[in-house]
């Protein structure tokens, strides 16, 4: 199955950008997502990208896919307070089926 | 958009009790809905698989008998958590897949 890791936590400063980074070992997912989970709340699809591109740019967001290094990750241009929660990578589950496996998840943390 | 509706969204419960989390697919109907655990610094695991009008797959490791999942109708999957102990207490999330996998708020669930 996939092994999927993130760091546990980032601290950035309001205005600053932020890099959410992802490892994985199977490259054979279709789809590659971000969630964003608020605090008390449920998990919210931030972005995805298809496998088969390396970047993807949505407003402050860009997601940049290094299939070589099994790498992934999110940048957050210009964070905001409101940027502040835990971003989890994730990946469906090989066969079409989709349950995602997640990463441990990334505390985002922004201070003025 | 879809919306996934997951009720409670926080319940205290004594040692030994029962305590049912409803997750409600609002504007699409879910053949399939997953439940999630969530524990402290780790990622999301997913606990079980939950089948309209057949018997829930649950994951390796999850206690059948002690996480009770119920789908009955097409918008609604239920899932108890059977004479709970301290070590239940978690947050548990549902999700829903329409053309993306969609997920409730969350149920922080405390025994004491």
């Known amino acids: 199955g996939e092994d999927v890791e993130q760091s546990l936590f980032l601290s950035v400063r309001e205005g600053d950008s932020s890099v959410i980074n992802c490892t994985y070992t199977d490259s054979s997912s279709t789809y590659l997502y971000w969630y964003k989970q608020e605090p008390g709340a449920g998990l919210q699809l931030l972005t995805y990208?298809?496998?088969?591109?390396d970047m993807k740019q949505d407003q402050r967001l860009t997601v940049l896919l290094n299939k070589k290094d099994k790498h992934l990750s999110l940048r957050i241009a210009d964070t905001q307070t409101g940027d502040s929660a835990i971003y989890f990578c994730a990946f469906p589950a090989p066969g079409g089926s989709y349950i995602p496996t997640f990463g441990r998840g990334t505390s985002l943390i922004v201070h003025p | 958009g879809a919306v996934v509706s997951q009720h409670p969204s926080r319940v205290i419960c004594k040692s030994g009790t029962s305590v049912k989390i409803e997750c409600r697919s609002l504007d699409f109907q879910a053949t399939t809905m997953f439940w999630y655990r969530q524990f402290p610094k780790k990622s999301l695991m997913l606990m079980a698989t939950?089948?309209?009008?057949?018997?829930?797959?649950?994951e390796q490791g999850v206690e059948k008998d002690k996480f009770l999942i119920n789908h009955a109708s097409l918008t609604l999957s239920t899932l108890t958590v059977t004479s709970a102990h301290p070590e239940d207490s978690s947050f548990y999330i549902c999700?829903?897949?329409?053309?993306?996998?969609?997920f409730g708020q969350g149920t922080r669930l405390t025994v004491v």
């Open positions: 990208i298809f496998s088969n591109m």
């Open positions: 939950s089948n309209e009008g057949s018997k829930a797959t649950y």
């Open positions: 999700s829903a897949r329409n053309t993306e996998a969609f």
